[in-house]
């Protein structure tokens, strides 16, 4: 039998659940300063896009392409940033970031630009509950 799929410590600290589209979990970055998801595709130890076969490959694209459309409709951003860095956490993570032109960070890359500042509960709520409609997850 295959392992389990498990979600890495870090990102499972560091963000809030959204839920599972049909490859990926979805999160929220639980950072109010930049609305920011994560896709992680739900496959055990695996580390790079290169390691799914070529059907997740598509499947992986689509969800990415989805869930920039649904920020991208939520937020009205000037820019989507997508990466797969995993340079501190191994697992197969993608971010999908909305950048606007007057973010502290821009035109720089987000990461360690400015420290991570916290949704309120409400907000976060709200923002998950908006995803999940755009992106139908139950």
């Known amino acids: 039998m295959p392992p389990a799929f498990t979600l890495h410590p870090q990102l499972a600290g560091d963000s809030l659940p959204i839920g599972d589209l049909?490859?990926?979990h979805l999160r929220l970055l639980n950072d109010a300063g930049f609305p920011w998801l994560l896709l992680i595709p739900r496959h055990p130890d695996i580390s790079e896009i290169i390691e799914l076969d070529e059907a997740d490959?598509?499947?992986?694209?689509?969800?990415i392409a989805a869930a920039s459309q649904a920020l991208?409709?939520?937020t009205g951003c000037?820019?989507?940033?997508?990466?797969?860095?995993?340079?501190?956490?191994p697992q197969l993570h993608?971010?999908?970031?909305?950048?606007?032109?007057?973010d502290p960070a821009w035109p720089k890359p987000v990461w360690g630009?400015?420290?991570?500042?916290?949704y309120?509960?409400?907000?976060a709520a709200d923002l998950i509950s908006q995803l999940r409609r755009l992106l139908s997850i139950s």
């Open 78 to 89: 000037d820019k989507l940033n997508v990466a797969a860095l995993g340079n501190m956490v």
């Open 113 to 118: 630009q400015v420290p991570a500042r916290p």
């Open 57 to 63: 490959r598509t499947l992986l694209m689509q969800e």
């Open 72 to 74: 991208k409709a939520l």
């Open 94 to 102: 993608i971010h999908v970031i909305a950048r606007f032109k007057g």
């Open 120 to 123: 309120a509960e409400a907000v």
């Open 22 to 24: 049909a490859l990926s």
